[in-house]
């Protein structure tokens, strides 16, 4: 669960970069002034910094942080030695 939410929160931390883009070559927010579009730009880098930092240190957790176990985690632990 916690890698749904790594990768989640990266691909939609891009979508503020595609708005940027699309303000830039002038595809929305035509009627606005400068000082509005370096508004909207401003709150789009800042989403994007906690998108991407969601999306860091969520991929760093350890998984089973949120339940999983994991193949094999209820079979009994032995030691074999190969013997």
Request: aromatic share 8%.
């Amino acid at each position: 669960m916690i890698d749904v939410i790594a990768v989640g929160s990266y691909l939609i931390g891009g979508l503020p970069l595609i708005w940027i883009a699309l303000q830039e070559f002038g595809w929305v927010n035509q009627k606005l002034d400068a000082m509005a579009k370096l508004k909207i730009h401003a709150i789009c880098v800042a989403l994007f910094l906690v998108f991407g930092h969601v999306a860091m240190i969520s991929g760093m957790l350890d998984p089973s942080l949120l339940g999983y176990n994991g193949p094999g985690h209820d079979a009994p632990r032995t030691q074999s030695h190969g013997h």
